[in-house]
């Protein structure tokens, strides 16, 4: 029997493993790419895997020359794929959620640095990016933030005794907080030159404790200023760098 003839249920379940197989280990912007075909076959595939295929919602960015070349970008979308790509070091498919207006589907989001651009910055190009406040995504219940950028000599960085980038950074993680509800699921990582950066620390930190009475499970490789009170019964899985 030819896929296409399989009955609604089975490609529904067919859809949904074929996703979560390649997606759930270390799901990336690339790898996302390979399933989005399956909405571009006919109706009835759109219909199903729509559903599957936009549970993940991704923010990149990378230097420049690790950014994907837009003439690599699938044309199975009614969209110019290639207006995902925010030169010079953004990658996204936020714009594929909001031209199809399936926001709800959005599950996961996995928000993922490598370039050379401050941790500060790199925060508040992500809030701006999702709109939050004029666009919803009150369905997303798992969150990775992974910060894989070195900061060199991170403690005498002047920006540990900036105030005000400090501030916004509280507030940044304020409204992500405000707007993303249904987080059960945190994991934060980076690397290690962030734990004695205090604007990484700033940021997780309120993050952490704005979000821990509704998570299920919280993995953070930063040093963390945590009550472990903050935390209910609904916590099955915790595994903490502790600040000294």
């Not at 991704?58 to 950014?67: A, L, P, R, W």
């Not at 003439?71 to 594929?96: A, F, G, K, R």
């Not at 370039?115 to 666009?135: E, R």
């Amino acid at each position: 029997m030819d896929i296409t003839q399989l009955p609604s249920e089975l490609l529904d379940l067919v859809f949904g493993q074929f996703a979560n197989i390649l997606l759930s280990d270390d799901p990336n912007l690339t790898l996302w790419k390979d399933v989005l075909p399956l909405v571009g076959v006919s109706r009835q595939w759109r219909a199903l895997a729509t559903r599957h295929v936009y549970k993940y919602l991704f923010i990149e960015c990378h230097d420049e020359e690790e950014v994907v070349d837009e003439d690599e970008m699938d044309d199975t979308e009614s969209i110019d794929q290639s207006s995902c790509l925010l030169p010079p070091l953004w990658l996204t498919n936020i714009c594929l959620f909001q031209h199809n207006n399936i926001n709800q589907y959005a599950r996961n989001i996995i928000i993922y640095v490598d370039a050379s651009i401050s941790f500060s910055n790199f925060i508040f190009q992500t809030v701006d990016l999702l709109k939050l406040g004029t666009v919803t995504w009150s369905n997303l219940q798992y969150m990775d933030i992974c910060v894989n950028t070195a900061i060199e000599n991170p403690d005498n960085s002047a920006d540990n005794n900036n105030d005000t980038m400090a501030q916004n950074l509280e507030q940044a993680a304020s409204l992500l907080a405000r707007h993303f509800t249904n987080i059960k699921h945190l994991r934060i990582f980076a690397d290690k030159s962030h734990l004695s950066y205090k604007p990484t620390a700033t940021f997780s930190n309120k993050l952490l404790n704005l979000t821990a009475k509704h998570l299920t499970s919280l993995i953070t490789f930063l040093p963390t200023r945590l009550q472990l009170s903050t935390f209910t019964s609904q916590l099955t899985k915790l595994r903490l760098t502790f600040a000294h």
